[in-house]
């Protein structure tokens, strides 16, 4: 039904219970914008340790809403760089728009919850 989210995690873990789905559903949508905005910051100011942390955090807020699939490996890869590997900016820019087009998604789910 939804493009970038993927439910299967949340209503396995649910098990129907749609106050959890609603919860978790608006952590995610509370949480990824300061979360996008924080790691574009980071980037524009060449800011690698606060990446890394944003990148961390972030794998725990998309796991909810199956988007481990589309943004593990770019969020592993902004956690695991270093001098030796730098970052593309392609990597940030994946991250920023599947997460945007994820929200709309969970809005939606939201809303018809």
């Known amino acids: 039904m939804y493009q970038y989210i993927n439910l ?13 789905e609603k919860a978790v559903t608006g952590q995610f949508l509370e949480a990824i914008p300061g979360e996008l905005q924080a790691l574009e910051q980071a980037w524009q ?16 807020t998309i796991s909810v809403m199956g988007l481990n699939g589309l943004l593990g490996e770019e969020l592993d890869s902004i956690e695991d760089q270093d001098n030796d590997h ?28």
């Open 45 to 60: 100011q060449k800011d690698s340790e606060t990446m890394k942390h944003v990148a961390h955090n972030m794998k725990t």
């Open 8 to 20: 299967d995690y949340m209503k396995e873990v649910s098990a129907g219970n749609t106050e959890y």
């Open 86 to 113: 730098r970052l593309s900016g392609d990597t940030i820019d994946t991250v920023i728009s599947v997460c945007r087009m994820a929200l709309v998604e969970a809005r939606h789910f939201l809303a018809n919850l």
